[in-house]
């Protein structure tokens, strides 16, 4: 009955839908490849052999994906790995890696349109990170006696409470799926009471991930402007989240002349806000995106380019993450521990909030609830560099510990069918 009701809902909202994604790709929202393999068209062929299917909706997913395609490869090289996305920046941030797998957009989850994309890849496994849930796809997969899992996933409070409202009408569509492995305790009880038969806590696929490449050229040229200044980064900034920074750093600059704050926002047309905030209270910066010289009068860099993040963190002693301190839920903290920043964040976790807790646990990071504490944080570390060290050394040994964690789910889940 949902499946039903639920396809002619779909097919009644097809004209909608259809002139919502043309209106995208006048507007370069999409282009005409995403257009088209989101509508099922693409002349990418199925090759021989076995076929693991990973779809993650956006760059983060998608990141875990390729992630977790990669250790697939390292316990059978001779499958074949279909990567989908959502997003253009998704799909072209996979593209730059150059990896050996097929890259394509995730289609529409029209019933018809899913028959056919099935069909033409018939893959042995398919994977869906996080809390991807599509009931068309679902149900075509355990149709075809496909088998269907969820990895890394997560449930909100938000997703839980709908699903939950309505679970009289879907729990067929979650005994189709034939397993679930999440990123923390709170997600297993959920998806269990949801109606997922098969579901184990792992640990969270960002434990795997590599480091954040960065050109070792812009790291010099950096170092050498920068020579003795102390860099404090503030990553993945969300709007007006800089103010807790603006604020700490005039408490902490009576304390230290050298310091420069980095500021990463999480979206690049944040940037004249974080702009004007600064002019507002008469504080001097720089520009990354403007080649604007780092003198030692600025106190404030906006690094408002692409692909720098890892650059950032080899520069930085201290770094803090955004989102933390607004309603967004954090970012994730791990990309900081392949490097000797010391990792800080806010009151607001609740996106990493199993990771945040190992993090606290192992002595990894450290948490602050608002400016003054934040200022007091920073502080202590800058007077006390073997606390940095120790900080950073605990967090690269959970990084690895809770990576072998992950490895041992991948092989285990790799040999049920292949």
């Known amino acids: 009955m949902f499946f039903k009701i639920y396809s002619l809902l ?132 355990s149709k075809n006696k496909l088998r269907f899992t969820i990895v890394n996933g997560r449930m909100s409070d938000k997703s839980f409470f709908w699903w939950k409202t309505f679970n009289f009408f879907t729990k067929s569509l979650f005994h189709k799926v034939n397993s679930c492995i999440t990123q923390d305790e709170i997600s297993k009880n959920r998806f269990k009471k949801l109606g997922v038969k098969n579901v184990e806590y792992g640990s969270n696929i960002k434990f795997l991930s590599n480091k954040l490449i960065f050109k070792s050229k812009s790291l010099s040229l950096l170092k050498n402007k920068l020579k003795k200044r102390t860099i404090i980064t503030f990553f993945s900034v969300h709007k007006n989240e800089e103010s807790v920074l603006i604020d700490c750093f005039q408490l902490l600059n009576k304390s230290f002349e050298n310091l420069l704050f980095v500021i990463i926002p999480r979206h690049l047309e944040n940037t004249n806000g974080i702009r004007k905030n600064l002019e507002n209270k008469n504080i001097s910066f720089g520009i990354r995106s403007l080649k604007q010289n780092l003198v030692n009068k600025n106190k404030f860099y906006i690094a408002d380019t692409f692909g720098e993040l890892g650059l950032f963190f080899a520069l930085s002693k201290v770094s803090i993450v955004g989102g933390s301190f607004s309603d967004k839920g954090g970012h ?71 990576s072998r964690k992950v490895k041992i789910l991948v092989k285990k889940e790799c040999g049920k069918i292949l």
């Open 10 to 141: 779909l097919i009644f909202f097809f004209p909608l839908i259809l002139l919502f994604f043309l209106i995208r790709l006048f507007f370069s929202k999409e282009t005409s490849q995403s257009f088209l393999e989101k509508f099922s068209f693409s002349k990418k062929s199925r090759p021989i052999g076995n076929l693991i299917w990973i779809n993650g909706v956006s760059i983060g997913e998608a990141k875990s994906g390729l992630t977790l395609a990669k250790e697939f490869l390292i316990n059978k090289p001779n499958c074949n790995i279909l990567l989908s996305t959502s997003t253009i920046s998704a799909y072209k941030e996979i593209a730059k890696q150059n990896e050996k797998i097929i890259l394509i957009y995730l289609p529409i989850d029209f019933g018809f349109l899913i028959k056919r994309f099935i069909t033409h890849w018939k893959p042995n496994l398919t994977i869906f990170m996080e809390s991807e849930i599509w009931p068309n796809i679902i149900n075509e997969l």
């Open 332 to 402: 994730n903290p791990i990309e900081t521990s392949h490097f000797k920043c010391a990792v800080i964040f806010g009151p607001n976790m609740k996106n990493f909030e199993e990771i945040k807790d190992k993090i606290l646990q192992t002595n990894s990071g450290f948490q602050v609830n608002n400016s003054t504490q934040l200022a007091e944080k920073i502080i202590l570390l800058l007077r006390n560099r073997s606390l940095i060290k120790k900080t950073v050394n605990n967090f690269k040994n959970l990084r690895i510990k809770e």
